[in-house]
């Protein structure tokens, strides 16, 4: 996971660089890749997934681009590994 620091402050300097005018779009890249629902994730305030930078370039079709967990996902294996 990335430290809260970290990703507040790519969310604020990213809202920033919007407000002031001096981008029409802030690409995330990486942090997206691994993040599908990452502006949901912005809003809640949520912990951001580790990219694994060893899948991105792979041609295997399941591993990488497409394994990286929802934040749905994440919350139910969390609550059924608090329940068990």
Do not use: C
Request: proline share 5%; charged share 30%; glycine share 4%.
């Amino acid at each position: 996971m990335h430290s809260w620091s970290r990703r507040r402050r790519l969310e604020e300097e990213g809202n920033k660089a919007l407000g002031e005018h001096y981008a029409d779009l802030i690409a995330y890249g990486r942090l997206f890749l691994a993040n599908p629902d990452l502006p949901k994730r912005f809003d809640l305030d949520a912990p951001l997934n580790k990219y694994d930078r060893s899948t991105f370039y792979t041609q295997d079709p399941v591993v990488g681009y497409t394994d990286y967990r929802f934040l749905e996902d994440s919350n139910k294996n969390n609550q059924s590994s608090t329940q068990a």
